[in-house]
C-alpha cells in the first residue's frame, strides 16, 4: 500500500459514505506504515513504549473484527482469537505478533477487514438496520447497547489514534514519515 | 482560573445519539484527551522532542488551535485568522507554529487553544442555523470543490485522534505518563 493509492474521503457525501471512507483512510494508512518492512522490522519497538507495528497490525484486527463481527452482531472472535484464553493473557496479540510473518499479519488485518465489511454491507444496504442499529453486546458498565454509529466512529479514532504512534515508530524504524 | 484535565473528567461522545451530537461529542472527547496529555508539564517539558520526531506537545498545542481556526473559522465560515496566526508570513516559515511554540509558556499556549477551540465551537453553531451538516463551506478546494461541515468535523476527529497518538508516546517519554 502506498500513500497515494489510500481511499479518498469524499468532501460531500451523506453520513453512511463519509463514515466508511474516513474508515477506510484509515484502514489503509495503517497497511502505508506497515508496508516494505521485514519481520524483525515489524518487531522493533521505540523505547520506552513497548508497542510494535506488528503489534498493532494484530491488535488492529481483533479490535476491528470483534466490534462489527461479535459485538454488533453477536458472531464471536473469528480464528486465531478464538481459541485465545484472554483471561490468562490480555495482550496476547501485542506480544506473539512477533512470531507471524509480515504476510501473515497482512492476511489477518485483510480477513479481519473483510468480515467487518460484509457485516456493513448488510446493515447498511437495503433493508439494513443502519447506522441507529443497536449492537447484540451491552457496554459493560450499564450504558447499554451501542449504535453502529458509534462503532463506526469509534473505529475510525482507534485507527487514527494508532496511526499516530504507527507514524513515530515508523520514522524510528527507517526515517519513512508524512501523513 | 486554571481548569485541569485527567483521564476521568474528560467528555465522552454517548453511544447512542443523533448523527450531529455523535460528531461533536467525538471532538470533544479528543479535545479533552489531548488537553489532559498536554497537562501538568513545564515550558521545557511542552519543548521535549522524542527522537527521531522533531515534533514537541507545546507545538502540537499552537498546531492544532491553527487547524481549529483554520478549517472552522477561515474554511468553513470565511473568517480572519486571529493573532497571532494572522500576521504570520506562511509562504515564508510553514511551519512557524511548530517552531516558535518552545517561546511560549504553557499558560499562553494554553490560553491560545482554548481560545481558537471557542471561535471554533461559535462558527460550527453558526453553520448549523443554516444547514447542518451539509452546510458548505466558504473556501473551497481547488480540485473538490466546497467541504461539507459534515467532512470538517469528521477530519478534525481524525486529525485529533492521529495527533493524540503522537501525543501518547511523546508524553510517555517525557514523564513516564500513558493511558487511552
Known amino acids: 500500500m502506498e500513500q497515494a493509492e489510500r481511499a479518498e474521503r469524499p468532501v460531500r457525501a451523506d453520513e453512511a459514505t463519509s463514515l466508511r471512507a474516513f474508515l477506510d483512510h484509515h484502514r489503509d494508512t495503517l497497511r502505508w506504515k506497515c508496508s516494505g518492512l521485514t519481520q524483525e522490522q515489524l518487531a522493533q519497538p521505540l523505547p520506552p513504549t513497548d508497542m510494535t507495528l506488528g503489534g498493532l497490525m494484530k491488535h488492529i484486527a481483533v479490535v476491528e473484527q470483534s466490534w462489527f463481527e461479535d459485538d454488533f452482531v453477536g458472531g464471536g472472535l473469528m480464528p486465531p482469537f478464538d481459541t485465545v484464553d484472554w483471561d490468562s493473557d490480555r495482550d496476547w496479540e501485542w506480544h506473539t505478533a512477533r512470531d507471524d510473518s509480515p ?3 497482512f492476511a489477518l488485518l485483510d480477513e479481519a477487514r473483510r468480515r467487518s465489511d460484509v457485516v456493513l454491507d448488510d446493515a447498511l444496504g437495503p433493508g439494513g ?20 454509529r458509534w462503532i463506526l466512529l469509534h473505529m475510525i479514532e482507534e485507527y487514527a489514534r ?13 526515517g519513512q514519515t508524512g501523513q | ?11 465522552e461522545a454517548p453511544i447512542r445519539a443523533d448523527e450531529l451530537t455523535a460528531l461533536r461529542g467525538f471532538l470533544d472527547y479528543h479535545r479533552d484527551t489531548f488537553r489532559w496529555k498536554c497537562a501538568g508539564l513545564t515550558q521545557e517539558q511542552l519543548a ?10 507545546g507545538g502540537m498545542m499552537k498546531h492544532l488551535a491553527l487547524n481549529e481556526v483554520g478549517w472552522f473559522g477561515q474554511t468553513l465560515a470565511g473568517d480572519d485568522y486571529p493573532e497571532p496566526f494572522a500576521g504570520v508570513d ?30 471554533a ?4 453553531d453558526r453553520a448549523l442555523e443554516s444547514g447542518g451538516l451539509d452546510h458548505e463551506s466558504v473556501e473551497t478546494s481547488s480540485s473538490q470543490g466546497a467541504f461539507s461541515l459534515r467532512w470538517i468535523i469528521l477530519h ?3 486529525e485529533y485522534a492521529r495527533h493524540n497518538g503522537q501525543a501518547d508516546l511523546i508524553r510517555e517519554s517525557i514523564d513516564g505518563v500513558t493511558g487511552e
Do not use: K
Open chain 2, 121 to 124: 465551537d461559535a462558527a460550527i
Open chain 1, 162 to 174: 494508532h496511526n499516530g504512534h504507527a507514524d513515530l515508530i515508523r520514522e524510528s524504524i527507517d
Open chain 2, 48 to 57: 521535549q522532542v522524542h527522537p527521531p520526531s522533531t515534533m514537541t506537545l
Open chain 1, 103 to 105: 504476510e501473515e499479519l
Open chain 1, 129 to 148: 438496520v443502519g447506522l441507529d442499529g443497536l449492537s447484540a453486546v451491552e457496554a459493560p458498565d450499564g450504558r447499554g447497547r451501542f449504535s453502529l
Open chain 2, 90 to 119: 506562511w509562504d515564508a516559515d510553514p511551519d512557524w507554529e511548530w517552531r516558535t511554540a518552545g517561546d511560549d509558556s504553557p499558560e499562553d499556549l494554553r490560553a491560545l487553544y482554548d481560545d481558537c477551540v471557542s471561535r
Open chain 2, 156 to 158: 478534525m476527529i481524525e
Open chain 2, 1 to 11: 482560573m486554571t481548569q485541569t484535565f485527567d483521564q476521568g473528567t474528560r467528555r
